[in-house]
T-cell receptor, first 112, second 113 residues
Framework: DAKTTQPPSMDCAEGRAANLPCNHS???????VYWYRQIHSQGPQYIIH???NNETNEMASLIITEDRKSSTLILPHATLRDTAVYYC?????????????FGTGTRLTIIP | GAGVSQSPRYKVAKRGQDVALRCDPI?????LFWYQQALGQGPEFLTY????????KSGLPSDRFFAERPEGSVSTLKIQRTQQEDSAVYLC???????????FGAGTRLSVL
């Protein structure tokens, strides 16, 4: 799976949009971008994933650049409960390649 | 609905003791995963089951680590002769056969003294 690079930490004011970047310059054509987050003392929680088109669900939006070498996770109206470590993972999403390879992620702190 | 359940939530063991960690996946989930998370690090893959078959155990750090899922539902991760370096959070995840999203439990925090 392709390696990802994320900033170690970010702050965001409550109520503002939180934009979390991820670089994956070695991504290959059949690799998806997945985002998980881990709130303190909990297991990782799936947020969203995409291949090349932008995606949106009830939690977040995922913007993938046209060359697919980077992406941004957007939390549109951050709340204090969004304080967590956010992991960007690039992987082939077939059922023979099963494991998730986590990096160290971005520690997002929402400021009241 | 019920999520992935892990027990115990916390386990303290003396060095050299054997421990068993339990995972109850989401009902009907075909695949089950174990991960190890050291303090300040992201989770690292240990092993993977599809039903009762252990298809990948490449992440198990030594032969002291053993996992089983005999009836294709509940899984147990066993660590023999625990060492201090085994102290970590052990996470279990499961997924359906059709959706490639893993759902995680809250983990078991193992402290080896």
């Amino acid at each position: 799976d392709a390696k990802t690079t994320q900033p170690p930490s970010m702050d965001c004011a409550e109520g503002r949009a939180a934009n979390l970047p991820c670089n994956h310059s070695t991504i290959s054509g059949n690799e998806y971008v997945y985002w998980y987050r881990q709130i303190h003392s909990q297991g990782p929680q799936y947020i969203i994933h995409g291949l090349k088109n932008n995606e949106t669900n009830e939690m977040a939006s995922l913007i993938i650049t046209e060359d697919r070498k980077s992406s941004t996770l957007i939390l549109p109206h951050a709340t204090l409960r969004d304080t967590a470590v956010y992991y960007c993972i690039v992987r082939i999403a077939n059922f023979g390649n099963e494991k998730l390879t986590f990096g160290t992620g971005t520690r997002l702190t929402i400021i009241p | 609905g019920a999520g992935v359940s892990q027990s115990p939530r916390y386990k303290v063991a003396k060095r050299g003791q054997d421990v068993a960690l339990r995972c109850d996946p989401i009902s009907g989930h075909v695949s089950l995963f174990w991960y190890q998370q050291a303090l300040g690090q992201g989770p690292e893959f240990l092993t993977y089951f599809q039903n009762e078959a252990q298809l990948d155990k490449s992440g198990l750090p030594s032969d002291r680590f053993f996992a089983e899922r005999p009836e294709g539902s509940v899984s147990t991760l066993k660590i023999q002769r625990t060492q201090q370096e085994d102290s970590a959070v052990y996470l279990c995840a499961s997924r359906t056969g059709s959706e490639n999203i893993q759902y995680f439990g809250a983990g078991t925090r193992l402290s080896v003294l």
